[in-house]
């Protein structure tokens, strides 16, 4: 038997969906979408798709153009760097470390900034204010600056980079939960709760937290571009990752010697970041859109 | 007023005070000797320790320590470098004007495009020329600085040999540092042609600067663009709109203003990235700002320069933040408190 | 709105327009002021050569600021009369007198106005502090003289006495056959004693070597670290020359930007261009490659006072898991020689036959099993952080050591620091090896043998094996005594397979020499016994002008 339906029915998609519909009107933002799912797939098995191994050095293949130039080899499709690795499989692998590193700063900064913030905005009174208002002003402290004291008290390295950036990243999350969490308390339903006698945390993660989602994920989206410049300027400077890593940033200073006679090594990483960073702030700019859109219907 | 004045100067002088302390402890935390971290003198013999470790206090309790170095740093003593053991108040003097330099011209040129680069995309939005700015200030925002810089030079510098890849004035103009400034030492100079060295100072200024403003301009469209699609739909426009006014005087007597003040803050907040971009390029422009000196003394472990360095740049970027913070809740003070980067 | 347009489009054009008329006025101020601008890769750790062997501190200091008693021919390498206008040996080879030029004036600098010129004085000053611990500036500045100290010349030098004002007497205590070439080195330099005595009596000793003043073709203007160094021409030097008024070394760590700089012009010469870039040099006619074989040494030294390293077998073994032909391929894309012993072959010393290790994985692994090294043994190998003729690109050369020794199953970590940090640590013997090299200050193979690998020369710092065998010190001492050529090279052989046998380091090249400059720059030869000088630098379109204004 056919069902079909007597009453004409008005589809209400739930606000998750509802947003993804309005992202998705944007064909722009569905590129980015698709370059960032691509990132994260080789964040996630980028070492599967290499066709070599990073570290593999062929004195015989130094320089070796890409595939396109006159003198590029198919086996090489981006060519081969100063010691003979192939360029692909090594740009595969710095954008791992890129991009995976990145990922995992925000992901700390988010869960430590957002529950330093729930803390400050459910505590009051003037010592939270004077606490609050000093680590705003520590906030605007350059990020280049807090790597450079990390770095001169831990030494260069990977992992040194990515906490300069965590604790930098840190202030924007506690505050913007900070400041939403206290405009909440000042509403009704929270009031229900607490007549109902829900404890502060219970306030927080059953009747807050669900609302402030899609905020915490906006800002998310512009944290990840901010690390991931961070984390490859960092390695630029020779101050973030070291050669037992490949890292974008790292991997374009190291071609500056042989910029003369193999541009494309120092074009390439460059342009993933470009790219990477390009389809985050994509991303995230469709997300606000949609947002904003759903609640301007 | 006066109560936001007090509580603002009391901000600054707290948040003063947690990075002197900070600094102080930080010759602890770093590697090697506490005795070379704090003084940026290595001792040759024993007797020699033992009369820094007097010299400095270092026989008495920190608190004592931490007195001392209070009263050096506002008595001018600001230590030696271990690097040059030249005294870090002249290096400072002489490194962080050219960042200064470097940060304002950026800024002026963000300002000068970005804005009315995002009031002509807030304005039309979603229409004629708002498509190329909107691409702009995405494009613009995810390029990472130093590989910008790069392509300036190879296109600018090694393709069309248009202008030069390093420096603020060319070696050969020696040039003495009265402010810092280069622009104003020009001026205070003897040099004999002022026009030229003017003319070099300009050439070796544009590409450092654009590559900085490429980031930030794209960043202020960005934020205009919104903040004037926002207050372009608020009733009183509506209402004005109504009452047959044309968009220009809408926009000149209501949109303008009520568009930049409360983005203000949220532009000064940018400093700060400003400052790490600025601080990025001058390694790669050798611009002889403190960005380039703080990682070169990152990588001779001169420790007290780092120590001085970072104090100097905070204390300065902070003051900035919280004057114009102050600033704008001085002009608007029905703002309750400043939004940091919701956008 | 339009007008918004409109301005905008007006300020880009007006932009672009600056940018272009900033352009189109031609790079003329070098002309007009008459100055080299060079491009150098380091920072001078001091600005008395008598303080340091890098070479870094030499090329910015011994040609330029001072003057030696004697001088090398850059060409053959015969020893000429500098500040002495003639000396003699006596027939026992232990008394020399050296008659000094007359009216050699000091420079005059902001900080010091000399009031008298050169004399007999000032050279017993200058070897004096270096030779004699109880003088007064012997210990200021650190109180080491690596060459001299690596050399031990200070107990070889019995007394230097002054005769009268223009004419010095050395002694020794045993011939050295060397003695003379070791006067002509870049660290042999005159300092003003006058200047001495005053900043003694100012109580400020350590600016000697800070605010230098010589009697050389410049004058010490302005350091600024990681700056430039600023000179200017000595008017009154004693050989006069058609030479440049200003000299500016740039001092640019990054070998792609010195490159960048010699391109648009910034710079008129530039330090050790980069290997891969010397193709990009030679096919523009705009500047000029000089090219010449170097007197130097690339090797890899083990630090033989560290376990397991004190082993003469790990370190045979490292140096057979390593396939030298190429690192020589890759790093200095076949602009060297392959080295067998330590000496180039443009050395009379050199032996042709002399024994040396090939490729041989295998063999290695099996005498790291057998001498028990640990699984997942980790070693660090320093790579210089500076490019040099005799190794360009130490970090990349680690990168491909690294490689091979992985297939061995030991572990590297790569360590590279800031250049004078750097060396610091290595004469602290903190590292388990390191990638370095020696450049020849003198034509004399004593400056290979004895500098790298006597005990003398390890508190000194340029023995950065840190290895001391008496057999080899009394061998090296040998060859000193006589002058005969034929019996110097038996010497020289036997301590070659003592070497081989030992290994302290693994030689891996001799590498070519280059300097790149602008095409308008002449006078810039290599000179392959020491630093870079500017003395006979000249531009050509400045000769051109100077010859149209004669007309």
Redesign the interface.
């Known amino acids: 038997m056919q069902r079909f339906s007597h009453y004409q029915e008005e589809y209400y998609p739930s606000p998750l969906m509802h947003v993804w519909i309005e992202f998705r009107r944007s064909h722009i933002a569905l590129i980015g979408f698709i370059l960032l799912l691509s990132f994260f797939t080789i964040a996630l098995i980028g070492p599967l798709l290499a066709p070599f191994d990073p570290d593999l050095q062929n004195t015989n293949a130094i320089l070796l153009p890409p595939a396109w130039e006159p003198n590029g080899t198919v086996v090489h499709i981006l060519g081969t760097d100063g010691l003979g690795r192939d360029v692909l499989s090594r740009l595969l692998y710095a954008s791992q470390i890129t991009f995976g590193s990145s990922l995992l700063v925000v992901i700390v900064a988010v869960v430590v900034g957002v529950s330093l913030g729930a803390i400050a905005g459910l505590l009051s009174g003037v010592k939270s204010s004077v606490v609050n208002h000093l680590f705003d002003s520590i906030m605007s402290i350059p990020t280049l600056l807090i790597a450079i004291i990390i770095v001169a008290i831990l030494g260069t390295g990977l992992v040194n980079s990515m906490l300069a950036i965590t604790l930098a990243l840190i202030p924007q999350f506690v505050h913007q939960t900070r400041t939403f969490v206290k405009s909440e308390l000042q509403k009704e339903y929270v009031l229900l709760d607490k007549l109902d006698g829900a404890r502060p945390l219970q306030i927080f993660t059953h009747s807050i937290l669900p609302g402030m989602v899609e905020l915490i994920v906006v800002q998310a989206s512009l944290a990840l571009s901010i690390a991931i410049i961070d984390i490859s300027a960092l390695g630029f400077l020779n101050l973030g990752a070291q050669s037992n890593f490949i890292e974008l940033g790292q991997m374009l200073s190291q071609s500056l010697d042989v910029a003369y006679v193999a541009t494309w090594l120092v074009a390439l990483p460059g342009f993933f970041i470009l790219l990477m960073v390009l389809s985050v702030n994509i991303v995230g700019e469709g997300l606000r859109s949609a947002l904003r859109n759903r609640l301007s219907h | 007023m006066i109560k936001l004045s007090i509580r603002y100067i009391n901000l600054i002088v707290l948040t003063v005070f947690v990075l002197l302390v900070f600094s102080f402890f930080l010759p602890y935390l770093f590697p090697g000797d506490l005795l070379t971290n704090i003084t940026g003198i290595t001792p040759e013999t024993q007797q020699q320790r033992e009369a820094l470790e007097i010299a400095f206090k270092l026989d008495k309790s920190i608190f004592h320590q931490f007195v001392f170095y209070i009263e050096n740093l506002f008595s001018g003593n600001w230590g030696v470098s271990t690097a040059t053991q030249q005294s870090l108040k002249t290096e400072v003097a002489l490194f962080f004007p050219a960042t200064i330099e470097l940060v304002v011209y950026a800024l002026l040129f963000s300002i000068l495009v970005g804005i009315p680069l995002g009031f002509i995309g807030g304005l039309r939005h979603h229409k004629g020329f708002d498509f190329p700015i909107v691409t702009f200030s995405i494009v613009g925002y995810s390029f990472p600085v130093f590989w910008i810089a790069l392509i300036f030079i190879t296109v600018f510098c090694l393709q069309l040999n248009w202008l030069p890849t390093s420096g603020r004035l060319d070696l050969l103009y020696d040039l003495p540092s009265v402010t810092g400034f280069v622009l104003i030492d020009i001026a205070l100079s003897d040099i004999e042609d002022k026009s030229a060295a003017y003319k070099d100072a300009f050439r070796h200024l544009i590409l450092p600067t654009l590559a900085v403003s490429v980031v930030t301009t794209a960043l202020f469209a960005r934020f205009v663009r919104r903040s004037i699609m926002d207050v372009m739909e608020k009733s009183y426009i509506i209402a004005a709109k109504s009452r047959g006014f044309s968009p220009w005087q809408i926009f000149l007597k209501h949109g303008f203003k009520n568009a930049l003040i409360p983005i203000l803050p949220i532009l000064a907040l940018q400093v700060s990235t400003l400052i790490t971009n600025v601080m990025i390029v001058e390694t790669i422009f050798s611009w002889p700002g403190i960005g380039k000196w703080l990682i070169e003394a990152i990588y001779q472990h001169d420790y007290p320069a780092i120590r001085i360095g970072m104090l100097a740049v905070s204390i300065v970027v902070m003051i900035l933040t919280i004057s114009t913070e102050f600033l704008t809740r001085a002009i608007d003070p029905t703002r309750e408190k400043v939004e940091h980067a919701t956008f | ?1 339009k007008s ?2 409109a ?2 489009s007006r ?1 880009l054009i007006a932009l672009l327009l ?3 008329l ?2 189109c ?1 031609k ?1 003329d ?2 002309h007009i ?1 008459n ?1 080299v ?1 060079y491009c150098s890769e380091s920072n001078p750790s001091t600005f008395n050569p008598q303080l340091d062997t890098s070479s870094t501190t030499a090329d910015a200091t011994a040609h330029q600021i001072y003057d030696r008693l004697l001088e090398f021919n850059p060409e053959n390498g015969r020893i000429e009369p500098g500040l002495a206008s003639s000396w003699l040996v006596s027939d026992d080879g232990l008394t020399y007198t050296f008659q000094l030029r007359r009216g050699v004036e000091f420079h005059t600098t902001a900080y010091f106005t000399p009031s008298r010129s050169f004399n007999a004085d000032d050279v017993i000053f200058s070897i004096e502090r270096w030779k004699n611990e109880s003088h007064p500036y012997h ?1 200021v500045n ?1 109180g080491s003289y690596p060459y001299f100290d690596s050399l031990g010349l200070a107990d070889t030098i019995k007394e230097v006495r002054r005769i009268n004002g223009y004419r010095v007497e050395i002694t020794l205590d045993s011939p050295d056959s060397s003695f003379l070439a070791n006067l002509a080195t870049d660290f042999s330099v005159m300092l003003s004693a006058e200047y001495a005595m005053k900043l003694l009596a100012e109580g400020s000793p350590s600016r000697l070597d ?1 605010y230098p003043v010589g009697t050389g073709p410049f004058k010490f ?2 350091f ?5 160094i ?1 000179y200017q021409r000595h008017e009154s030097y004693f050989r006069p020359s058609q030479g440049i008024d ?1 000299l ?1 070394f ?1 001092i ?1 760590q ?4 010195r ?3 010699l ?4 710079c008129d010469a530039v330090a050790f261009p ?1 290997q ?2 010397l ?2 040099i030679e096919e523009r006619e705009d500047l000029s490659l000089y090219e010449e074989p170097g007197l130097n040494i690339g090797y890899w030294a083990f630090n033989t006072s560290k376990p397991p390293f004190d082993n003469p077998e790990v370190r045979k073994a490292l140096a057979l898991a390593v396939d030298k032909t ?1 690192l020589i ?2 790093v200095y894309l076949g602009q060297a020689t392959r080295a067998k012993s330590i000496v180039p072959s443009t050395s009379w010393a050199y032996e042709s036959g002399a024994r040396e290790l090939g490729y041989n994985p295998v063999r290695a692994r099996e005498i790291l099993t057998e001498v028990g090294l640990p699984a997942n043994f980790t070693m660090d190998i320093w790579a210089m952080p500076v490019q040099r003729a005799y190794n360009p ?1 130490a970090l ?1 050369m680690a ?2 050591i690294k ?1 091979y020794l992985e297939d061995v199953g030991i572990e590297v ?2 360590v590279s ?2 250049w ?2 750097f060396r610091q640590n290595l004469t602290n013997g903190f590292h388990d090896s390191v990638l370095i090299g020696w450049k020849a200050d003198n034509g004399d193979p004593d400056n290979f043998y004895r500098p790298l690998l006597t005990c003398d020369a390890i508190p000194s710092g340029t023995n950065r094996a840190l290895w001391c065998n008496k057999d080899y010190d009394a061998l090296i001492e040998q060859a000193l005594l006589t002058d005969d050529i034929e019996k110097r090279r038996a010497i020289y052989h036997k301590a070659n397979l003592l070497i081989f046998e030992q290994f302290p380091l693994m030689p891996i090249a001799h590498a070519y020499q280059y300097q790149a400059t602008r095409a308008d720059i002449t006078g810039m030869e290599i000179n392959p016994f020491g630093g870079i000088s500017f003395e006979r630098v000249k531009r050509i379109q400045a000769i051109q002008e100077a010859e149209v204004r004669n007309d």
Request: glycine share 4%.
């Open positions: 709105m918004y347009l301005n905008l300020i600056c940018g272009c900033a352009a006025e790079r101020i070098q002021k100055a601008v210990h650190g800070r203007v302005q600024r670290q990681n700056q430039f600023r200003q500016i740039d640019t990054r070998s792609s930007l490159m960048a700089k391109i648009t012009g910034e980069s891969n870039d193709v990009v190429s391929d890759a690109n990349k990168q491909l490689r970590n790569i620091q800031d004078n940090l």
